[in-house]
């Protein structure tokens, strides 16, 4: 994301289109407050992998809702001043992405065809783990539940814990029945806190529904 005038990056892809046998590079796919997300954003996203495991991410659409979410959040872990992570943890985790391409080669033309500079994606790396250090800070605690609320869920979805027909004993898959129920808080606590944020920023999204 770049705190760039919309409007000028709109007037910029129009006029490269209109030039001969051009292509249009990039475009304003929405704006959350005076930030801007773009195509190359949502292509960086894919390309590195950016998106969490568990965030859809088959489609533009999906990687753009991420990408805004993720602005929103941002926003609130600036707010806190949320420290920069440790240089040797931001290390291993450029290590990592840069592990998914076969050599330095293709890692560089990923850079290229996205629009991406090694310190753009490792400034864009770091925000994202002051974001999971903020929302594990945060939700980590209070979605954890009681054992009392661990054995309600674990009876109110006997299917989830269903083997080959029989329900498993209790004792045998609390630890499970305990980690989907923390997760399923953890979710809706956060999408609670992401409404909040939508609700008091500004929201613009341009991407045509359904790409």
Known sequence: MRNTSPVLLAVVAVGLGHLAGAEVIDRVLAVVNSQVVTLSDVRAAQTFS???????????????AYLVNRQLMLSEVDRYSAPAPAPALLDRRMAQIRSMFPGAAQYEQALA???????????VTADNVRIETYVDQRFGAAAQPTSEEVQRYYLEHPAVF??????????????????????ERRRALITDCLDRLRRRASVTTLLTPGR
């Not at 495991?53 to 659409?61: C, I, K, L, R």
């Not at 065809?113 to 400034?123: F, V, W």
């Not at 027909?165 to 029945?177: E, I, K, N, S």
Request: aromatic share 2%.
């Open 50 to 64: 950016l998106v969490p495991a568990t965030t859809p991410a088959e489609t533009t659409n999906d990687v753009l």
């Open 162 to 183: 269903t083997r080959d027909g029989r329900l498993a004993p209790f004792d045998d898959v609390q630890v499970q029945a305990q980690e989907r129920l923390a997760a």
């Open 113 to 123: 065809g996205t629009a991406m500079t090694e310190g753009r994606l490792r400034n």
